[in-house]
T-cell receptor, first 115, second 111 residues
Framework: DAGVTQSPTHLIKTRGQQVTLRCSPK?????VSWYQQALGQGPQFIFQ???????QRGNFPDRFSGHQFPNYSSELNVNALLLGDSALYLC??????????????FGPGTRLTVL | QKEVEQDPGPLSVPEGAIVSLNCTYS??????FMWYRQYSRKGPELLMY????GNKEDGRFTAQVDKSSKYISLFIRDSQPSDSATYLC???????????FGTGTRLQVFP
């Protein structure tokens, strides 16, 4: 059973460009969340997708947008890249199991460098 | 002030030591308290979670939550070199999956 997968592993872009990151959730999961982890910091919540809709959003500008497909996979798009967007972008998936806490499983991340 | 505060370390201990990792928080709405372990160049993996206050034990790991003090801890007994990683505390409230993370504490266990 494959866990959460993300592509690409690494990415280098220049300021002003646009980038698309991809995530495939763990088998059986229908909810995908995206986090940004700057160097030496904890992950920060960007947004969450469920049933192809954005369900929750963190404190990130509109330059950050996403999409979820019918097969539950997801994309994160960032427009007009800034140097400060350089970070590890983590995808986490979860699925309702009727328990008190539904664990979020994280992928290995995509490391984005903006020059 | 950040919602979740965590000492970034680094923390360096000898093999076999007891390690104590801590976080404080300010949002009284938090109900779920998690500890994640993150190895270099990997995504975080869940170690333990606790709902509301209390203690939880899993092998060498013990998590404690004191909601009255807004303070959570993770204890690692008989620490091993393989425990060397960054430990992240995370929290969330009811009816939300949004996790609020601390900055992470880097732990090194030397033989």
């Amino acid at each position: 059973d494959a866990g959460v997968t993300q592509s690409p592993t690494h990415l280098i872009k220049t300021r002003g460009q646009q980038v698309t990151l991809r995530c495939s959730p763990k088998s059986g999961h229908d909810t995908v969340s995206w986090y940004q982890q700057a160097l030496g910091q904890g992950p920060q919540f960007i947004f969450q997708y469920y049933e192809e809709e954005e369900r929750q959003r963190g404190n990130f500008p509109d330059r950050f947008s996403g999409h979820q497909f019918p097969n539950y996979s997801s994309e994160l798009n960032v427009n007009a890249l800034l140097l400060g967007d350089s970070a590890l972008y983590l995808c986490a998936s979860s699925g309702w199991r009727g328990e008190i806490y539904n664990e979020q499983f994280f992928g290995p991340g995509t490391r984005l460098t903006v020059l | 002030q950040k919602e979740v505060e965590q000492d970034p370390g680094p923390l360096s201990v000898p093999e076999g030591a007891i390690v104590s990792l801590n976080c404080t928080y300010s949002n009284s709405a938090f109900q779920y308290f998690m500890w994640y372990r993150q190895y270099s160049r990997k995504g975080p993996e869940l170690l333990m979670y606790t709902y509301s206050s209390g203690n939880k034990e899993d092998g060498r790991f013990t998590a404690q939550v004191d909601k009255s003090s807004k303070y959570i801890s993770l204890f690692i007994r008989d620490s091993q070199p393989s425990d060397s990683a960054t430990y992240l505390c995370a929290m969330s409230g009811d009816n939300t999956d949004k996790l609020i993370f601390g900055t992470g504490t880097r732990l090194q266990v030397f033989p």
